[in-house]
Each structure stands twice: as C-alpha cells, then as structure tokens.
C-alpha cells in the first residue's frame, strides 16, 4: 500500500509537471484567459502544497482490500492516460478551463468523438482512482474538482455554441459531456 501511495505521488507530480510544460504550446487566450491562467496555477500549487502537508499521499486504503487497490490502480492511470490523450489531441487548442482562445476550433474527433470534455473525465476518473487505492479523503477532492469541471464545462459549452453556431449544436447531441453514452 505504501509503494502504491508513492507511485501514485510521482505519477501525479510528473502528469502536473507535463500539464505545465506543454501549456507553453497553446493558443493565446485573451486578457481575461491569461489573468485565469496565471490565478489557476497558484491555486493549484498552493493546493498541492497543502496536500503535501497533510500527508494525503500516504496510503490509507480505507478497506484494505487488494481488489479496491487494483481497481484504483486502474482507474488512475486510464484517467491520466485519457487526459493525456484528449490533451495531445487537442493540441494548440488547449486552455485552462473556461479560456476563450484566439482563433478556436471545434475539434470532434479522437476522445472528442465520444465526450465533449475528456480532460475532465480523464482527471476526475484519476482522482476516484486514488480515493480507491489510497484514501476515502481523495474523495472529498473528487468530488469537488468534478462540481467545478461541470460548472466549467456549463460555461465552455455556452462559449463554444456562440463561436460554432452552426456546428456545435449538431456535436453536442452527438455526444455526452463527461462519460460516453451516460452524461
């Protein structure tokens, strides 16, 4: 259990790491993005902060049960491994939740295909799966960091119908916001 808590640690210190480097690579966003940007790493690096010192990377399987270990196992890294995807599929395209782009496209294909956010299931997904394998507590920020990427996808969509208004209509009753065939 411990090796998994650290595995996990690395794994999620080195996907952050990777999310921060290949933001280089983006599409300007206007004012208002850049300043979001700017807000949402400083949150995000406090939070990981904070979570460092209280120790949350410690496993503490609540049940102990090498079944909920692996299935956490797996769910964490088809998670990462789905965000991964989405992110490199995406490409320039990629903002910070709620950014508006310079010059967007509506890209439809790859793991857009099915869901209209995969970055968001691909995290979430992640967090579930070290709540499993580490600790119940990594459910208090699932469920917190899925309320904001409902909330953040809500505000994308409204975004994207108003720059795509011929298309996205058509993309959005073809496929579901966060889990394929679902929701």
Partial sequence: MVAAGIVIGVVWV?????????????????????AAYI???????????LLSRLHIFRSRAALHAPWLLALGLVLFFAGLGLAVWARLYIGRNWGMPMSQK???????????????????????????????????????VAVILGGYFIFSATREEKYMASQFPAAYPAYKRSTKMLIPYIL
């Fill in 39 to 49: 807000a949402s790493r400083v949150v995000l690096v406090v939070v990981i902060l």
């Fill in 14 to 34: 080195a996907f952050w790491l990777y999310w921060f480097v290949s933001a280089a690579d983006v599409k300007s966003a206007n004012r208002s993005g850049r």
């Fill in 102 to 140: 310079e010059d967007p496209e509506l890209v439809t294909t790859g793991p857009y295909s099915k869901v209209r956010h995969p970055i968001y299931t691909g995290i979430i997904s992640a967090m579930l799966g070290t709540a499993l394998a580490l600790s119940l507590v990594w459910l208090f």
